[in-house]
T-cell receptor, first 112, second 113 residues
Framework: EADIYQTPRYLVIGTGKKITLECSQT?????MYWYQQDPGMELHLIHY???????EKGDLSSESTVSRIRTEHFPLTLESARPSHTSQYLC???????????FGPGTRLLVL | GEDVEQSLFLSVREGDSSVINCTYT??????LYWYKQEPGAGLQLLTY?????DMKQDQRLTVLLNKKDKHLSLRIADTQTGDSAIYFC?????????????FGTGTLLAVQP
């Protein structure tokens, strides 16, 4: 069983606010990922990281940014939230050299 | 195409077997996965299969892989109401310097009591 946590679980916020979605894992995994999932839709990779100080854009363009200062922590930031950012954001991690990804519970973001 | 495809819905009666199908596109995928997502929750890894295997069984779950047709299926024996969820298949693709998961649209499994 994987230990990967996301906070907040739900966030309702007004347009223009800066928000940070937190993701942390206690397994010492090198690789971490952020996916975006619109209601009823498939998941799309928006960011990933190989390890500390490494961040890469995913397949789906996103206005969000990420940072990886510590192995266990991979926060995602939106500088100015818009209604188009309304979605579910799922964080995942995997052990270096292994492909299986373990997911957190997700953050549901609603921007009004 | 680039997509991993699944049917959107499957309805079964409690106690019957469920078979959820998926077609993928990258013949070089090393691993293929099945994830379960319950309402309001994240994705739970159910099982995975390595590409050199044809079948993998884990309790009530059986995964079948037809590599020639790029077809993956998940069979759930003795389906229970607690199995109602969305089931995603995913293929692992190598892109850049890392493997990425490409997900299907998910199949909503509805179990009738």
């Amino acid at each position: 069983e994987a230990d990967i946590y996301q906070t907040p679980r739900y966030l309702v916020i007004g347009t223009g606010k800066k928000i940070t979605l937190e993701c942390s894992q206690t397994m010492g995994h090198d690789k971490m990922y952020w996916y975006q999932q619109d209601p009823g839709m498939e998941l799309h990779l928006i960011h990933y990281s190989y390890g500390v100080n490494s961040t890469e854009k995913g397949d789906l363009s996103s206005e969000s940014t990420v940072s990886r200062i510590r192995t266990e922590h991979f926060p995602l930031t939106l500088e100015s939230a818009r209604p188009s950012h309304t979605s579910q954001y799922l964080c995942a991690s995997s052990e270096g050299g292994r492909e299986t990804q373990y997911f957190g519970p997700g953050t549901r973001l609603l921007v009004l | 195409g680039e997509d991993v495809e699944q049917s959107l819905f499957l309805s079964v009666r409690e106690g019957d077997s469920s078979v959820i199908n998926c077609t993928y596109t990258d013949s070089s995928s090393t691993y293929l996965y099945w994830y379960k997502q319950e309402p309001g929750a994240g994705l739970q890894l159910l099982t995975y299969i390595f590409s050199n295997m044809d079948m993998k069984q884990d309790q009530r779950l059986t995964v079948l892989l037809n590599k020639k047709d790029k077809h993956l299926s998940l069979r759930i024996a003795d389906t229970q109401t607690g199995d109602s969820a969305i089931y995603f298949c995913a293929e692992s693709r190598f892109g850049g310097a890392t493997n990425k998961l490409i997900f299907g649209t998910g199949t909503l499994l509805a179990v009738q009591p």
